[in-house]
């Protein structure tokens, strides 16, 4: 019986943990998009997520739209702040040195979550699952339907955004502006706007990862830094501007964080996601799936 | 025990089959040369050929990948930058890469960091050691900007210098630390013709002083009137090396450079 | 010390002085003392990380935490084993140097971006540890029965006293920096800030510097906990997290980096701000530092200090900076 005990809880601890962890991919996917196209790296982007997951609240809860219309509005509002955020400040701030970029990023996020606090004050807010169902039971752990929902997104978001990438005009533009924006600018493509898009495109995917992760785990004004310092942590785990390598590590570290939860100290699930950030950013800065070579050819 | 005693014309500064790839990229393909000590050598060749990335082996801001590269016969390469600079080697950037915001003066008076030692618990509570030691570098520091000319700019910003001027303050700099062997990147880019000429009489004057100087550079008469010695590079390959004549009159460096117009 | 700082310092320090004796004149702010102990306690956080970050260019989201590290080993051992609070002091101090050091020398090889992101990741940890260890910190509800402080068996109890204590060890701490600053150590410093590779190549340890600037920030922080603690004799993990870490930066922003009176002038400013005037507004409190940050970041990235210094157009000088030679 106890094996059975035993068992069960590692497949129950793997589900949750895959469940997390594709937030955090998501997470890591929205950093990647922005720092490929710009090598900054948006302090707010845990804030998307936040924000994501509180307006679905508003548009279900206050204004009873139906789930997948709730979906879609939480995201386009985001992408909204996402596209305000570039427009209005980092753009005026195109020649500012890295320390500036730095706090003028941070500064958004505070001002997002202060935002958020004023907006929906400081409780939780909980989000009904996407399809209603009872739990399916695998060898005796619940797998909630929600997270499959979770799984579906995040796998929908990384198949469209390899799709984006390789077969649109505006996706091979961005990868173009990524590589050499001086080139990409003299065969006629408007930086700027690839600049643009991709603070759109970041703060969409960071809030859909929100919606879809409100059902499960709730939301609250104050939610964002730590979901973006754990998806910063897959980022850098995958190696940084690395689309697959955010999604594995974005896994792994979910699972890490849900094993520590279950087998070591629920107290300290936080700081595992965070001393693995650590130890790759002092010991393998080009992240586990990227190259030391590449990595020394950017700009760090 | 300054500087122990060495033979004349013994070399200070050895090559051996420096190599330095990038990637797949191969910037220096097996470089050989030895510089006598108290010489003028220049190294020259066409743009690509290798002799800014040697200057950065040297000066230990890049780690060769293959060879080694002795200084006074103890080998130097894998050093940290700093440590190099300790042991005598100082140099000066194509592009210049002075404090620019700091004064003139401080940035000479930075060159003289590694000949002093006051450290942090001494400079914040100023050990009276640490007072003459400070009066010592404001000392050396306007003593160095006299020996080039700059004595009169020594309290403006250096940013705010010519680009002329700011060549002779990396110089000064570089000197502040006591060098036995200077690497010069591309002293004269930038320079005018007057400037250029006083450069080449302040190059000679270091010389006399038991400096050895290693010089990078474009102008060709300014290399063709100073140098002792000149090592030729090609795409990151030995040319040619001797003199000035002989280099002048080398059927491959003619080739080499005609080849490139 | 410059003439011009020597001035400034000469004036600052008489107005610190005259401050209580002021402030006792003028009926209805006589709690301004208490704010402006709170300043001191901050400024010595601040100087610690201007001298980081405006100096030696290097960003630290991590003074909360080494503002705790400080405060709770002060509290642990004076509450939990009768220790002499200036006994405890120290091991707090040497203890945020020890952790400063193992974190500094790795994190310092990293640059910008990843540099922030290590030290806001080390900063959360440390605030995690804070809450979770509740047998040693009394973790979220916090710690109580912290003793005060006591010279030589002479109790300081008035605000005034503190005030005195504190500002006093404020200026020992900034006569220390200037020294630093206007030496061998500080010319390191500001190279690596400017030219990090030449700095090296001239022959600056600059590894070696980045990380003893970074434990020495980390060692104000410490002492600052420990008057902290024994002046509010409680502590709570709130404050030190991740948004004081950010308010320390900010502090260090407004006055401007690159000048240690202007890290002063921005703690003062804001201790003010968030002591007193958005005391009314505490749910605004978040958004306002926001919105100030990310004015001063566009607008104003040299500080007040700059707009002091050369009026309004000052402030866009790129290479205003205290003072001319060395």
Redesign the interface.
């Given at each position: 019986m106890d094996e059975f005990g035993l068992g069960t809880d590692l497949l129950q601890y793997t589900v949750s943990g895959l469940t997390i962890g594709a937030i955090y991919a998501l997470v890591a996917i929205g950093y990647n998009i922005i720092y490929n196209v710009t090598e900054i790296i948006n302090f707010a982007q845990g804030e998307f997520v936040m924000l994501g997951g509180l307006f679905a609240v508003f548009f279900m809860g206050t204004l009873h739209f139906p789930v997948f219309a709730a979906f879609f509005a939480a995201i386009v509002m985001v992408a909204l702040a996402g596209f305000a955020m570039e427009r209005f400040v980092v753009r005026r701030a195109r020649h500012a040195s890295v320390l500036s970029l730095i706090i003028i990023t941070i500064a958004i996020s505070i001002i997002l979550k202060g935002t958020a606090m004023l907006g929906w004050g400081k409780d939780p807010y909980s989000l009904p699952a996407f399809t209603a169902g009872s739990p399916i039971l695998i060898g005796g752990a619940a797998l909630q339907i929600q997270a499959l929902w979770v799984l579906g997104v995040s796998i929908a978001i990384v198949v469209s955004l390899t799709l984006f990438f390789h077969h649109s005009l505006y996706g091979k533009a961005m990868l173009a502006c990524a590589d050499n924006p001086s080139a990409a600018r003299m065969v006629g493509i408007r930086v700027r706007q690839m600049v643009l898009l991709s603070f759109v495109l970041s703060a969409a995917i960071g809030a859909a990862a929100g919606v879809a992760i409100t059902p499960i785990s709730l939301m609250e004004y104050d939610r964002g830094a730590l979901l973006g310092l754990k998806g910063f942590g897959a980022a850098a785990l995958g190696g940084l501007g690395n689309f697959y390598g955010a999604f594995v590590a974005g896994l792994l570290l979910g699972l890490a964080e849900s094993f520590c939860a279950g087998y070591l100290s629920s107290g300290y699930k936080d700081a595992v996601a965070l001393i693995l950030l650590l130890l790759v950013l002092f010991f393998k800065p080009e992240g586990l799936f990227g190259s030391a070579e590449a990595a020394k050819l950017k700009r760090f | 025990m300054e500087h122990p005693a060495r033979q004349p014309g013994a070399s200070i500064l050895e090559l051996n089959d420096i190599q330095m790839s990038f990637g797949g990229v191969h910037a220096l393909k097996g470089i050989n040369h030895a510089v006598p000590e108290g010489i003028i050598q220049a190294v020259i060749g066409p743009n690509g050929a290798g002799k800014t990335t040697l200057f950065h082996c040297i000066s230990g801001l890049l780690n060769p990948t293959e060879g080694s590269i002795l200084f006074r016969g103890a080998e130097i390469n894998g050093l940290a930058p700093h440590r190099i600079a300790h042991l005598g080697i100082s140099r000066t950037f194509q592009h210049v890469a002075l404090f620019k915001s700091m004064t003139v003066l401080e940035n000479v008076m930075l060159g003289r960091h590694s000949r002093t030692r006051s450290g942090f618990w001494a400079t914040g509570l100023r050990f009276p050691g640490m007072r003459s030691e400070e009066r010592n570098i404001h000392k050396k520091a306007e003593a160095f900007l006299d020996l080039v000319g700059l004595a009169d700019a020594s309290r403006l910003q250096a940013g705010t210098l010519p680009l002329g001027k700011q060549k002779i303050l990396e110089i000064a700099r570089a000197l502040a630390t006591e060098p036995r062997l200077v690497l010069l990147d591309e002293p004269a880019g930038g320079l005018n013709m007057t400037e250029t000429e006083e450069l080449g009489v302040l190059i000679q004057k270091i010389c006399q002083t038991g400096i050895t100087v290693v010089l990078v550079e474009h102008d060709m008469n300014l290399v063709m009137d100073i140098s002792d010695q000149i090592l030729v590079l090609h795409y990151g390959q030995y040319l040619a090396s001797g003199t000035p004549q002989h280099i002048k009159d080398d059927p491959a460096v003619i080739e080499a450079y005609l080849g490139e117009n | 010390m410059r003439t011009t700082d020597r001035w400034i310092f000469t004036v600052v320090f008489l107005l610190i002085a005259v401050f209580p004796w002021l402030v006792g004149r003028i009926s209805g702010i006589s709690h301004y003392i208490e704010v402006m102990i709170f300043a001191g306690i901050f400024s010595l956080v601040c100087l610690g990380l201007s001298l980081l970050?405006g100096y030696a260019?290097q960003?630290s989201?991590a003074q909360a935490a080494f503002f705790g590290i400080g405060a709770y080993t002060s509290g642990i051992l004076t509450a939990r084993f009768d220790w002499n609070p200036w006994l405890a002091m120290p091991v707090g101090a040497v203890l945020a140097a020890a952790v400063a050091w193992i974190?500094g020398v790795?994190?310092l090889?990293?640059?910008?971006?990843?540099l922030?992101?290590?030290t806001?990741?080390?900063g959360?940890?440390v605030h995690?540890?804070f809450?979770?260890e509740v047998e040693w910190t009394g973790g979220p509800s916090g710690m109580v029965d912290i003793p005060g402080l006591a010279i030589a068996g002479w109790r300081i109890s008035s605000e005034v006293q503190w005030y005195y204590l504190i500002w006093g060890i404020v200026f020992l701490a900034l006569l220390?920096?200037f020294?630093?600053l206007h030496?061998?150590?500080?010319?390191?410093l500001?190279?690596i800030h400017?030219?990090e590779?030449?700095?090296?190549?001239?022959?600056?340890?600059?590894a070696r510097y980045k990380v003893?600037i970074f434990v020495?920030g980390a060692v104000l922080a410490a002492i600052a906990g420990s008057f902290y603690t024994h002046y509010v004799t409680f502590l709570s993990p709130s404050s030190f997290n991740?948004?004081w870490s950010?308010r320390f930066?900010l502090m260090v922003?407004v006055g401007g980096m690159q000048s240690l009176w202007g890290a002063l002038l921005g703690t003062v400013l804001l201790t003010f701000v968030g002591n007193e005037w958005l005391q009314v507004f505490a749910?605004?409190?978040?958004?306002?530092?926001?919105?100030i940050?990310?004015v001063?970041?566009?607008f104003l990235?040299q500080g007040l200090i700059s707009v002091l210094r050369r009026g309004p157009g000052g402030a866009r000088s790129s290479?205003s900076?205290l003072g001319?030679?060395?």
């Open positions: - | - | 970050m260019g960003i989201l974190v790795p994190a090889r990293l640059r910008g971006h990843y922030a992101m290590a806001l990741g080390f959360v940890i995690i540890v809450s979770e220390f920096s020294h630093i030496s061998r150590v500080g010319r390191a500001r190279a400017e030219e590779i030449a700095a090296e190549a001239m022959g600056v340890p600059t003893q020495f991740l948004m950010i930066v922003m749910d605004f409190e978040v958004l306002v530092y926001g919105a940050l990310l001063v970041a566009l990235p290479v900076r001319g030679e060395g």
